[in-house]
């Protein structure tokens, strides 16, 4: 077969610049000294090309070189309508050009690359996947500043096979000035974290939370060239917070590159005095905590075991001001109405957090939002939470109530103040909407009283993103409870700026960016139809038997 020359050139520079890329000549050295110090008397050291050419084959590097180069067939477009001529081009198996993606160059980005993982000793033992084999996967999930990157799964293993990219926004929502590049100085004020969520999906589909990570990537401002590269240690999640489960290597760049680095000094000086604030806060607040404790005991020492939560425990094992778990989440359109929003909550699925041990005890352990949606599953708390910031998202008063339900079973829920005095009661787990009508204990017994369809026996506490009331009642069942939030003689408020200072989204804050939601993936209409399909295929096939 014979070749145009322009084509001839070509194929001879796309074989060298694969050689140079796989540093052949360099390989090609190391056999002929080694030939030439073994193979050969030191009277004559003459070496023929046979002789070469069969070295390299038993070391296996020129099979090495095949591998790397894929032949394939470009037919041209205008050759099509005369006779099919086809012309061989040598590519790389994975090619450096990256899809074009739509890229403001008035932007600054951090590219995040994934580079494998290493460590991950639970999968050991993990037989490596035939080809076509359904296996356990890893998938990670990021939120970086009002953005959602998944990855490609990966099979379970000891040295899970990550290699992805994400390219995320350093400027998103306008912070300061859009039209203008933000510098080094501008973004080491944005103390967002990249917020990594390692999820494990299991040959039945069902998903696993392994790890939740904080990533603090500005350490990319003070390297040289704008690439640094991170080594991540990742710990386990609930009773496993302090045990590694395994190594991410992780490299960040700036793109556009920086005209100008930071110092390492100055960097570390930023972290440590951010540290220092949160600390400080986070002490101050607890200071008042226990003050306001004391003050609601004092009201009545029985309040002692109601249910009262003012600090909760995350995936991670670190204890927040559960006022930090809500925030006005707005759905856009992708939520019509209050009521779809809670019939999207009811169909994440329910699991409580495992527990190692017996004695039927629960594991504490309330999810960040994005580790709840990414696991498409959680605990009452998880459920509730993400309900009433969808609430407060459409403008409702809404609170999150933590008691008990029958038998004295700890639980959360929703409740909603109308604007005329209404409470209304939403069960998260389910959907359903309840409305409260207060007992009043002291009317005479011929009064008939309000029954109560609610399943909630106990009230302790109320709260969101800004308030938090404790119940001072004489009682806290749920049936005889007014909840008039005004009179503080039947519920005690924590400060408002107390509050603020430590669960407000800021610099100086340890509260994680909520997440947005994402569009599903499927198509309603199509997924509907092969539903239908399939219901009338079993109605039809029941009807025969």
Known sequence: MSLPPEKASELKQLIHQQLVKMDVHGRIREVLAETIREELAPEHQQLSTEDLIKALRQRGIIDDVMKELKFVTDVN??????????STHVVDREPPVLKKTNIDPTRRYLYLQVLG????????????????????????????RNQRFRSKPVPCACEPDFHDGFLLEVHKDSLGDGSKMVDATTMLSICDPVHMVLI???????????????LEWRSVLAAENGVTNVAVELLGVGTESKVSVGVLNIRLEMYPQLSKTLSPE????????????????????LVYAKQWWREYLQIRPTHNIRLVKIFAQDENGV?????????????GRLLDTPRQAARFVSVLGY??????????????????????LCRNKGDCEDHANLLCSLLLGFG????????????????????????DGTITFWESLTGHRYIHRPINPDDPPLVEQPKPLYPYRTIGCIFNHQKFFGNCQPSDAVEVCVFDLHDESKWKPMSGEAIKSVCSPGTTSSVPPFPPLCASTLDAAVTS?????????????????
Request: net charge positive; hydrophobic share 35%.
């Open 529 to 545: 139809n092969e539903i239908e399909v399939q219901l009338r295929i079993l109605v039809a096939e029941h009807r025969k038997h």
């Open 117 to 144: 993982g290493k460590a991950f000793l639970e999968h050991l033992q993990e037989p490596e996947p035939l080809p076509g084999q359904i296996c356990s996967t890893f998938t990670l999930c990021l939120h970086f």
């Open 77 to 86: 477009e205008k050759e099509r309508t005369s006779a099919p001529k086809t």
């Open 200 to 214: 494990k999906t299991d040959t039945f589909g069902e998903t696993t939370l392994v790890a939740s990570y904080f």
């Open 396 to 419: 409702l008063e809404a609170f999150v109530c933590v008691g008990t339900k029958a038998k004295g079973v700890p639980h959360s829920w929703v409740m909603t103040c109308g604007t």
């Open 351 to 372: 699991e409580r957090a495992p527990v190692i041990g017996g004695g039927g005890g629960k594991q504490e352990q309330w999810c960040t939002l994005l580790a709840f």
């Open 266 to 285: 100055i960097t570390n000086t930023q972290f440590a005095l951010e540290r220092q604030k949160t600390a400080e806060k986070e002490r101050l607040f």
């Open 319 to 331: 204890n927040r001001p559960v006022c930090s778990y809500i925030r006005p989440l707005r759905a």
